[in-house]
Structure formats: structure tokens, C-alpha cells
């Protein structure tokens, strides 16, 4: 198998390929994009590339490639220059924050999505078939992992819940604590050459499945990053990996972020009843609960009467969404910077006569 193939590389994406072929431009996969960088991955291995200025300005934004895309580049000594966008089987995509009718492209050509709950009290048998219901529209795959089963007695009552929603997806049982079921999550629910997405509210314990894959099976070795030097680095880096079991799993920080009901606050009411019962007492009515003199949230996270998990899942969500919004802010300056690259884009085109 060819590196391409071991990266999800089928019919689907050649027959897109061969369509406009054009020997001089190569099919690589979008395997990490930081602001403007791209990371792809070639027939010859890991390769930074950009985008070109046809898709970089006069573009429909869902038609950029995202993390997960299959493109065509043009192969420069130090750098691709990505052309075209290939066919999708699929997005995940999700609503703007605060605007209801554009959509952001979070991943695309996913086969699976493994939607994690904490057998806690995150453990919420209408969020879970809500994400179940927006998977499924997408086009790919539902897995449902309950991780965190060292916090329960049986697994029966969950069974029937799960079951009672009558939809046909596996679930799978797990903890990342005990490291039960960490085995059947490789050799079962991730499967060789398909490329898997882990979704789930901050607090599941993602990061800790991540984790608990990279420990148990590591990355697959490539042959070939012995050739650029740096195969390793870029690869752990990537949002998008391959395992020693031949499965890919796209982690982006986006996707953290994509259980969060964003259009909510944190703060607002009704998301954290139990920070609200003490915020009552607070100095400031605006009070974050995070650092503020006066904070009754914090005086009770202090002397006990306020459950540590419960302010410290709250802190995480105020993190991430804090996050988000700067990511934002940063999508703002990206738009500017598009201008310019735009200018250097033609530029090279004249150059090269592209
Ligand atoms: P993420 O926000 O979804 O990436 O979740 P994390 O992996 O950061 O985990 C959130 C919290 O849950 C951490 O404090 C973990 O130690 C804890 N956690 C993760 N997996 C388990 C588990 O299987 N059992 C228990 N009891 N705690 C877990
Ligand atoms: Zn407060």
C-alpha cells in the first residue's frame, strides 16, 4: 500500500483526481493547517505547502481546504502550492458563532465519528442522540464510546438507555482511569485506513483516549520521514494522524470545541445551576468567577461547599470558549492577511506562468 492509500487515498478521490488531471499537479491530504500553514502528505511524505491564490480569494470560505481534504499541489522544492480542492465524501461542519447561516468547515472525509460521554454526570442520553442526529446528517459514522466506566457499578442501565433511542450504532465501553476496554477501541472501533474524529463536551476525557491510543500503540513509523528529516516532529503535531493499527484520527482543537452549545455563554443561565446558586452572593453581577475579588463561586470552591469538579469543568468551559473567541479575533487578522497573500500569489503566477 502507498502512502496515499494508507491515508484513506480510494476510487472516490482518484476518479476526482483523474477528472482534471494534469500531470504536474499531485494528490496530497490536508494533514494539519495552523492560521495560512499547511502540512500535507504526499506521495513522498510530509511537504508544507499554501494555498493558492485562486483559493484563497474568490472562493466560497466552505470550498478551503480544511484538515481531512484531499487536494492537488503543485510540488516546489521547499513547498507545495495547493491548487485545487477535491471532491468531498463529507464535512463536519458546524454554525458560526453568532451567525446562524454561515457554516465553518471543521474536518472534512471522515468515515467515523466517536462521540465520547463521560460516565458521570456528563453522561446525557438526549445530548448524546442529539450528536448522534448531527453525525448522522453529516454523512458519517456514529461510534459511541462511554468512557469513565470505573465510575459505574453496572453497565445495564446505560445499555437500555442507549438502546431505548433505537438507533443501530456500536458502543463501546471504556476508562481512560482503568484502561478497560482501551483493546477493543483499537482493534474494534478504529478501523485501518479509515479516518476517525473524536467529539465529545470538554471534560469527557478525549485528550485522555488520545493519550491512552498514543501509550498503548503509538504512531505508525513512516519509512519515509527519515527522508525529510523531521517525519516524527511534524507528525505528532499534526491534526490529523495515523496509528500503529493503520487507523487516522483527526484531533483539532476545533473539535474540542464542537460539543460546546457556542451560541450559549458559559455564564449565561441554566448551563452551571451550581455555580449559579452561589453567584448570587458575589460583589460583582458580572462576576466571571474565575479571579475576581469578592467571588462567592470561589470562596465556596475554597472551603469545600462547592464541589471541585463541578468549578473546575466550569473553568475549562469559560477557557475554552475564551479560546474560541480568540480564534476569532485571529480569523479577522487571517482575512486581512489574505489580501496580501493574494498580491504575492499573483505575483508568483506571473513568474511562474501559472
Ligand atoms: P477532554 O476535555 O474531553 O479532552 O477530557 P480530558 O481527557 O481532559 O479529561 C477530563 C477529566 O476527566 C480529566 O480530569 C481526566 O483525568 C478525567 N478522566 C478522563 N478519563 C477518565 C476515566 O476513564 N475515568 C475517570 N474517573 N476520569 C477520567
Ligand atoms: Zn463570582
Redesign the pocket.
Known sequence: MNTLEQYGWNDFFSNHYNENKNNDFKPARVISLKGHKYHLITENGEKPAELSGKLLYGTDPENIPRVGDWVCFLDYATEGYITELLGRRNILARRQPGNRTERQVMAANIDYALI?Q?L?RDFNIMRLDRYIVQITDCGIEPVVIL?????IESRDRYISEVSRLGRKCPVYF?????KSGLDELYTQALKAGKTHILI??????????INALLDKIGLKTSDLSDSTGKGKHTTTTSDLFILSNGSLIIDTPGM?EFGIALDNKVTSPGLFPVIEEFAAGCRFSDCTHLNEAGCAVIEAFENGTLDAKIYTSYQ?LIREQRRFEIKKEDQKRLGKQFGKMTREAKEFRKKYKY
Open positions: 465520547i463521560g458521570d468512557n469513565k466506566e470505573d465510575l471504556c476508562s481512560m482511569m482503568s465529545g463536551s470538554s471534560g469527557v476525557g478525549k485528550s485522555s483516549v474540542r475549562k
